[in-house]
């Protein structure tokens, strides 16, 4: 199987079994084969497959757990976490686009340093809560390259890369945006290899999603955009859920997010999470690029 890549043909089989279709507790109903790239590293499946049209839907994120009306609720705490992976000088007086950007929690901050605001966000559902606050928007970053090619300043995107068909391509849309020397903001979830060790299959069952057609590392990801045309390249793991997290699902078997134990205190979890990328075994990863 030819990985989208780096074209090698050589992918070893990782897992066969069922995996999550949507959020906790769905699962398919038939085995699912994932594969890892021999040479680039990334992780992927082929035999499911999701059209633009649905993650064009309200289907697609309601079976996330998401409803357009409740969706600030559910983001604006993650708002500030992003602002840590970008900062916020480098929106000030600029045109910024954020891909994937739902219902605008993360555009809401941002538009108040920058000059102008893109949204691009497949589901029109979001479309009239976004029009309604003043941004431009579209569906994908192929719709805006006729209103904003080399124009943009920063493109942002967070959880989206790892939905696309073709990462390479997704990020030669997104460097067509830019200006020369415009930045990109890519973050997306790792293999979470702490998890796999500990947990075995019956976490993968939970990682390997339908939704989620790859699963990048820093060489994947860092090729990725080297053949879109990024330069300057760097990497950044952070790791978003604490030892309690681990704790939970060693206990209970289920995700039950950053939940505080007595016996972990918030120091040992924050050195925890601090090793973990400095080894680069994070759940997380940021990739910053230039044009």
Not at 43 to 70: C, F, L, Q, W
Not at 123 to 139: D, P, Q
Not at 225 to 245: E, T
């Amino acid at each position: 199987m030819e990985c989208k890549i780096c074209g090698c043909k050589d992918s070893k089989q990782i897992y066969n079994g069922t995996i999550r279709d949507g959020i906790f507790g769905n699962y398919t109903q038939k085995p699912v084969e994932m594969w890892q790239c021999c040479s680039c590293g990334a992780i992927y499946h082929e035999n499911i497959t999701k059209s633009a049209s649905y993650y064009e839907s309200v289907e697609y994120r309601e079976k996330m757990g998401e409803k357009p009306g409740d969706y600030e609720a559910l983001h604006d705490r993650e708002v500030l976490e992003k602002l840590n992976y970008t900062g916020t000088d480098i929106f000030r007086n600029k045109i910024v686009a954020d891909i994937g950007c739902a219902g605008g929690s993360f555009l809401d901050f941002v538009s108040g340093a920058a000059d102008k605001v893109i949204g691009i966000e497949p589901t029109s559902a979001y479309h009239g809560i976004l029009l309604e606050k003043g941004y431009h928007v579209y569906a994908y970053a192929n719709d805006a390259l006729e209103d904003f090619e080399n124009t943009v300043d920063v493109v942002t995107s967070f959880d989206v890369i790892e939905h696309v068909e073709n990462p390479v391509t997704f990020l030669k849309e997104c460097h067509r945006l830019l200006v020369p020397g415009g930045r990109i903001i890519i973050g997306t979830p790792t293999e979470q290899p702490v998890m796999r060790m500990a947990l075995g299959a019956e976490y993968d069952r939970f990682l390997f999603s339908t939704q989620h057609l790859w699963i990048l590392n820093k060489e994947s990801l860092e090729l990725s955009a080297r053949q879109a045309g990024f330069k300057n390249i760097h990497v950044s793991y952070r790791q978003r859920y604490g030892l309690g997290n681990l704790v939970a699902w060693l206990k209970h078997k289920k995700p039950m997010g950053n939940v505080s134990w007595p016996y972990i205190s918030e120091s040992v979890s924050k050195n925890w999470a601090l090793n973990c990328e400095e080894r680069e075994l994070a759940d997380y990863i940021i990739i910053y690029a230039e044009k």
